[in-house]
């Protein structure tokens, strides 16, 4: 099986939980406050990895406490970090999250260190055909895009998050992208009826650099939709109670990478990764709440027996 290259951002989420969020100049009184590892990069790598795959994490922290405490952390959970460098020119990227008692979050990034990812630090990656590519937005452009460049050179498949939604000019370029709704609306320019699915596909039909990309479109606690080589494919959301939304994207994301790099159909890894992040969502943080295959395959086994 091939291995899962992860280029992204890794992150100290800071997360404070409150009844709701504030208004503009309001301040509200938080019931807890917690330090969770993160970053999208970080969470997609981790996802995958606990998961079964191979996973080689490739990005920049800090030369501080946090990037000590993020680096303990990813080796715990299976992570090769031989492609993660520190640096004292910036702290480790932070995440500023507010989470509702309902899950809901807001979230405000500073990248620190993410944002000196160069593309010369992709130099020494050993990519081969059979090896799987993942990235997104959270660091800088031109890595990001000659990362993706790379795994096509090297004749491995491409996969782009393109979050958080920003201006760039390559999203045809991965064989698969995956957005949000939200990023689908923006990427698109136009307002999107989130609640027709079959909107949603037209949708992301024009986003589709070429007849060979797949396109993912994530909706949450609606499942997943996509446009395929051979048709489109949606997926049903599942029920659970809800904690904390935080990292569940990003669950998804690495949980396909991992069944696509073990040679699963779209469709079935799609199933998966739905899965995967219906369990996430249970519980609190992004790193620490992402569930192993045996957790998944238990959710996978309850619904074939409903």
């Given amino acids: 099986m091939g291995r899962v290259f992860v280029a992204g951002s890794i992150n100290m989420d800071v997360v404070a939980f409150a009844g709701r969020h504030p208004k503009p100049g309001e301040t509200v009184l938080g019931t807890r406050l917690g330090f969770f590892p993160g970053g999208k990069g970080a969470n997609q790598a981790v996802a995958a990895a606990k998961l079964g795959a191979d ?38 990227g932070t995440a500023l999250i507010m989470v509702t008692e309902t899950g809901e979050n807001a979230i405000v990034v500073v990248a620190g260190a993410n944002g000196l990812l160069t593309p010369e630090d992709l130099d020494d990656m050993d990519v081969q055909a059979g090896d799987l590519l993942l990235c997104e937005l959270e660091i800088p452009l031109r890595t990001a895009e000659a990362f993706i460049q790379r795994g096509r050179d090297c004749g491995a ?13 390559f999203l045809s370029l991965p064989d698969v992208l995956v957005v949000n709704e939200t990023e689908l609306a923006f990427f698109l320019g136009e307002d ?19 007849p060979e990309q797949s396109v993912i479109v994530t909706l949450g606690a609606e499942g997943a939709l996509a446009v395929l080589p051979g048709g489109a494919v949606t997926v049903p ?4 109670e809800v904690k904390d939304t935080t990292g569940a994207g990003d669950c998804f994301v690495g949980a396909l ?22 369990v996430c969502v249970q519980r609190p943080g992004a790193g620490p709440s992402l569930p192993t295959a045996e957790e998944v395959a238990r959710v996978l086994a309850a619904g074939e027996e409903a």
């Fill in 237 to 240: 959301g599942r029920e659970v």
């Fill in 192 to 210: 999107l009826a989130a609640d027709d699915r079959e909107s949603l596909l037209r949708a992301a039909e024009r986003l589709r650099g070429g």
């Fill in 257 to 278: 990478a991992a069944r696509l790099v073990a040679q699963d159909p779209m469709e079935r890894a799609m199933e998966y990764a739905n899965a995967s992040a219906s």
């Fill in 55 to 92: 996973v080689r994490m490739v990005g920049r922290i800090g030369e501080d406490s946090f990037g000590d405490t993020l680096t303990e952390f990813l080796k715990q959970q299976g992570v090769d970090l031989r492609h993660v460098r520190r640096t004292a020119e910036q702290p480790s």
């Fill in 157 to 169: 498949v491409t996969v782009l998050n393109a979050a958080p939604a920003q201006k760039c000019g």
